[in-house]
């Protein structure tokens, strides 16, 4: 996919600088998200493949590529914030030192070290943590809801979620980091989504032309009013809806005890196919979460000395 390069979007106050580890399909979605914020600037892609397309992607878009993978991120003094979209293995590895050196990490990986972060839910609470989790893109896509769910009842002992991709949005990435996803995932609902317990179920859809990304949540709830729920999950729908925009309600039923929510989530198309939301998603939100964290950065930065 080409890539327009123009010059970076320029901010009246300087921008945080910022490196991607990971030039895969969601790191480089990620760049051309970055280079658009006037928060944050990316100046680094670091992959550990000399021949990654991500790498060429950057150095056409004036941004230092480099194949030393997290060395390379360690060398620059300038760097503070460091966008890990690698997997969940290497996140493992490389977190020590990168947080050693006093790196703040935003994690678009399984590995979990950190706290979650769902934008739509909980993007406050963790900006301080030196490592920060964002699920999965079934978690990003289904947690908003589930919260949404639980807010409004007395009690969400369960939920469960489904999330379906296109089979050509999986890459190497999301197939060798599966197990890692539904356990996260999992976790995800019930730590941050609210629900006393949790399942995720990941299915990779095969058709042609590529479907859309859809996501199914099923919750059993106590003490819920249909009308409240229904509403509740409206206005979640809108929040996710400043940072993704392709994020649409498909379906909503509230019977008996069970609340059934199905959303589709559309890709931005920025670098990817508008079929791949479930990348798109989570670099939205790691682009939310980003910009959040360097605000405060910026803040502390100016901020007056203790007399």
Known sequence: MSVAIDGPTRAARPRTPVAILGPGN??????????????????????IYAD??????????GVEASSDGAA?????????????ATGARAHLENAPALAAAGKRLIDL???????????????TEHLGAPN???????????IPIVHAVRRV????????????????????????????FTETTADGVRVVGGAGRGKAIIVLNPAE??????????????????????????DMIAE??????????????????????????????????????NLDIMTAAATRVGESIALGLQAAAVAPADP
């Open 26 to 47: 969601i790191g480089t979605d990620l760049l051309v998200k970055l280079r658009r914020s006037t928060v944050v600037e990316p100046v680094l892609m670091a992959g």
């Open 52 to 61: 990654s397309p991500g790498l060429d992607v950057a150095e056409r878009l």
């Open 72 to 84: 390379a991120v360690l060398e620059r003094d300038d760097i503070g914030l460091v966008f890990d």
């Open 109 to 123: 990986t399984p590995a979990a070290i950190g706290p979650y972060v769902v934008p739509g839910v909980n993007l």
């Open 132 to 142: 920060v989790n964002l699920v999965s893109c079934g978690g990003q896509a289904t």
């Open 153 to 180: 009842v007395a009690d969400l002992p369960y939920a469960e979620i489904v999330a379906t991709i296109a089979s050509r949005s999986a890459g190497p990435g999301t197939r060798q980091n599966i197990d890692e």
């Open 209 to 234: 032309p590529p479907i859309l990304m859809r996501d199914a949540v099923y919750a059993r709830v106590a003490g819920g009013d249909p009308a409240a729920i229904e509403a509740s999950v409206g």
């Open 240 to 277: 996710v809806q400043q940072y993704v925009p392709g994020y649409r309600l498909l379906h909503f039923d509230a019977s008996g005890d069970v609340v059934t929510v199905i959303v589709q989530v559309e890709g931005a198309g920025d670098f990817l196919p508008r079929y791949a939301g």
